[in-house]
C-alpha cells in the first residue's frame, strides 16, 4: 500500500541555522512519502544560497520579499496542491521533529474522515521534558487563546488524540481536499493568527481539528524570528498581535464576545504597559507605540506587512 503524498513546508526568513537543524532532523523522518519544500521568504542573508548548497536535492521557492507566514506559506501551498499532494505538513523553521511524528499526524487523519487538519504535541526545544502545547482552547469572551499543559512537564496527562478548538501553526498537517474547499491562510493577517483563522474556517465547513500526542516535535519558541529579548517582545510582534487580534474576533465572534474579547484585549495590553512604565522598561515607549500604531491600523482596515 502506497502511503499518502506528504508536502512539508519549512519557511526560512533569515534564520538559515535553524532551518538546516529542522531540515535534518526531518530527513530522519519514519514516514516513506514526503518531499520537503522550503521556501525562502525573500532573506536578505544569504539564507537560500547556503541552504540550497547544503541541500541541493531539496525543492526550494524564493518568494523575492517577505510575505509573512502566510502567504509565504501559501506559495508552498499552491506548488504542493500543483504536485498532486495529498497532505501539507506545515513546519516552524525553528523545531525539531520526532522520526514517528509524521506518521502520527498522518494515521490521525487516515482514520477520522470528520477531521480536516491535526497538531502535534509541543514541547520547548530548551526544556525538553516541557510542554508547550498540548491542545488549544479558545476564550472567546476575554479573547485569550489558550495553550493546554505549556510550561507543564509531561507526564503522560495529555496522551489522547481528540479534537481541540485549535491547532497551532507550528506543526499543522492538513488534507489538501480540505485547502480546496476552505481556500487557503489569510495573507491579510501576514503575521499572527492567521493560523487560528483558519482552523475555525475549516471547522465552520464541518470538519475537526485534532490534537495527536503521538506526534511529537521541539520548538524553540520565537527562534526564526527573534520574538523576544528577554521576556520583552519585539515592537513588531507586539503591533501585529494587536492588530490581528481585532480581525480575528470580527471574523469569528457574535457581536457581544467580540466586544467583551476586544476590551480584556484592551486592558491586557494597558495592563503591560504600565508595569514597563512603573518599571521604568526602556521597551515602554516602543511597546505603546506599536500598541497604537496596531489598533490605529485595524480602525484604518490596514492589512498585511507593518507599514
Not at 504536485?83 to 511524528?101: E, F, H, K, M
Not at 499543559?149 to 503522560?156: A, C, F, L, P, T
Not at 479534537?163 to 506543526?171: A, E, I, R
Not at 488534507?175 to 487560528?196: A, G, K, N, W
Amino acid at each position: 500500500m502506497v502511503c499518502p503524498l506528504v508536502s512539508v513546508l519549512v519557511l526560512n526568513w533569515n534564520s538559515h541555522r535553524f532551518t538546516a537543524d529542522c531540515i535534518e532532523s526531518l530527513r530522519k523522518l519514519s514516514y516513506g512519502n514526503f518531499c520537503i519544500i522550503v521556501i525562502d521568504n525573500g532573506s536578505t542573508d544569504g539564507s537560500e544560497i547556503i541552504l540550497r548548497k547544503a541541500f541541493s536535492d531539496l525543492m526550494f521557492i524564493q518568494t523575492g520579499e517577505n510575505l509573512g507566514y502566510a502567504d509565504g506559506n501559501n506559495r508552498g501551498i499552491a506548488y504542493s496542491l500543483a504536485q498532486g499532494a495529498d497532505y501539507v505538513w506545515i513546519l516552524n523553521n525553528d523545531t525539531r521533529v520526532d522520526p514517528n511524528s509524521l506518521t502520527a499526524l498522518v494515521d490521525a487523519l487516515e482514520g477520522n474522515p470528520d477531521a480536516g487538519l491535526a497538531g502535534s504535541k509541543i514541547y520547548s526545544l530548551e526544556e525538553p521534558e516541557i510542554l508547550a502545547y498540548a491542545g488549544g482552547t479558545i476564550d472567546p469572551w476575554r479573547g485569550k487563546i489558550l495553550h493546554r499543559g505549556r510550561g507543564e512537564v509531561d507526564r503522560g496527562h495529555y496522551d489522547r488524540c481528540e479534537p481541540t478548538d485549535f491547532v497551532t501553526g507550528c506543526s499543522l498537517l492538513i488534507r489538501t481536499s480540505i485547502i480546496r474547499q476552505c481556500e487557503t491562510l489569510d495573507p491579510r493577517f501576514f503575521l499572527y493568527y492567521e493560523d487560528l483563522d483558519w482552523n475555525l474556517r475549516i471547522q465552520q465547513a464541518g470538519f475537526q481539528c485534532l490534537y495527536v500526542p503521538e506526534s511529537r516535535i521541539w520548538h524553540q519558541e520565537g527562534g526564526s524570528l527573534g520574538r523576544s529579548i528577554g521576556n520583552k517582545m519585539k515592537p513588531d510582534v507586539v503591533y501585529y498581535i494587536a492588530r490581528n487580534s481585532l480581525y480575528f474576533y470580527e471574523f469569528h465572534l457574535p457581536i457581544l464576545q467580540r466586544l467583551s474579547a476586544s476590551t480584556w484585549n484592551l486592558l491586557s495590553q494597558l495592563k503591560t504597559w504600565l508595569l514597563l512604565y512603573v518599571r521604568h522598561d526602556a521597551q515602554f515607549s516602543a511597546y505603546g507605540r506599536a500598541v497604537w500604531q496596531g489598533w490605529s491600523d485595524y480602525v484604518r482596515r490596514i492589512h498585511g506587512s507593518r507599514k
